[in-house]
């Protein structure tokens, strides 16, 4: 479990309010630290009350590290400690108490379809990178409209939904606008999606999310999932169009030089080791 860095970035995302900076050996709850002095916020998108968010505590007392009605509020990280009613970060210190833009106290669970196929030339040959010699994958990237940056195009599981669903929702909302579609359209793309997400993906990750948006309070854990195109003749030829909170949706080489949000590098390598690609 690698240390979380951009649950730790200076100006918190959506505000001008900046964390108590923490530095790498005090994230750790187990250091002692009588000092640290965390910034409290929470988001007036949250604080409103929306159907997606919590209320404050206090006013009310969710059954945490269980499942809580239908809000999962397990960790995939294992029991997280509870203190004073408020659920402690999983990762240690973020400088910022409360819970950002994030609707649930403790884990917020996510779901990042990772739709990949091979790079090809133009007479349909594979692509192999000149220096490794290894075949390039390519995967369906988004830009995100909260912060500009590229990402899988993943989402919130919503209460009750299962995993296998969500992958499937956020892939055809973000990917594919399947929101702004007709009726027609939308069953077109239900059907192309289906197909695709039926066969059984590579789980690529399950667990913390080192997510900007985390506070000492609130966090995204995500189930990861790699579905690929190996002969290029299914996901390859769906129509993308970018919905919802993506701004852009292209095809990307996966490789080392591309930055992408939150933790999305990492299960990128993933897949690529796995799949023997460069
Ligand atoms: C990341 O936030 C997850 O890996 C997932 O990609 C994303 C879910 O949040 P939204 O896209 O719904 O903002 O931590
Ligand atoms: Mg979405
Ligand atoms: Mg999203």
Redesign the pocket.
């Known amino acids: 479990s690698a240390m979380h860095i951009k649950a730790r970035c200076s100006v918190y995302p959506g505000s001008d309010t900046h964390r108590f900076p923490v530095p790498d050996d005090k994230v750790s709850w187990a250091a002692d630290w009588p000092e640290y002095s965390p910034v409290n916020y929470t988001a007036p998108s949250v604080l409103k009350k929306p159907v997606w968010a919590d209320p404050e505590i206090g006013s009310f007392s969710p059954q945490f590290n269980s499942l809580d009605g239908s809000v999962d509020r397990r960790s995939h990280e294992g029991e997280y400690t509870v203190q004073d009613d408020r659920p402690l970060n999983p990762r240690g210190r973020t400088g910022l108490n409360g819970r950002g833009l994030l609707g649930r106290w403790g884990p917020n669970h ?3 379809p990772i739709v990949t196929r091979w790079k090809r030339d133009s007479a349909g040959q594979r692509v192999s990178h000149a220096m490794s010699k290894l075949p390039v994958l390519q995967f369906v990237s988004i830009k ?1 409209k ?1 912060c500009g940056e590229w ?6 599981v919503d209460p009750g939904e299962l995993v296998s669903l969500t992958l499937q929702r ?1 892939f055809s909302e ?1 990917a594919m606008n399947s929101l702004q579609a007709s009726q027609q359209e939308r069953e077109k793309i239900h059907e192309r999606i289906t197909q695709l997400f039926s066969a059984p993906g590579f789980q690529v990750y399950k667990g913390y ?1 080192d ?1 900007p ?1 985390n506070t000492d309070n609130s966090w ?1 854990e ?1 189930v ?1 999932v790699n579905f690929h195109d190996e002969k290029g003749d299914s996901v390859s030829e769906l129509p993308l169009e970018a919905g919802d ?1 993506a701004g852009q949706v292209s095809w990307f080489d996966v490789d080392s030089s591309q930055p992408l ?4 590098s990492r299960f990128l390598q993933t897949v690529a080791k796995e799949r023997k690609a460069h």
């Open positions: 996510a779901a990042d995100r909260d990402a899988i195009p993943g989402g919130m956020e973000e999310v997510d948006r995204m995500t990861a909170d949000y939150a933790s999305h």
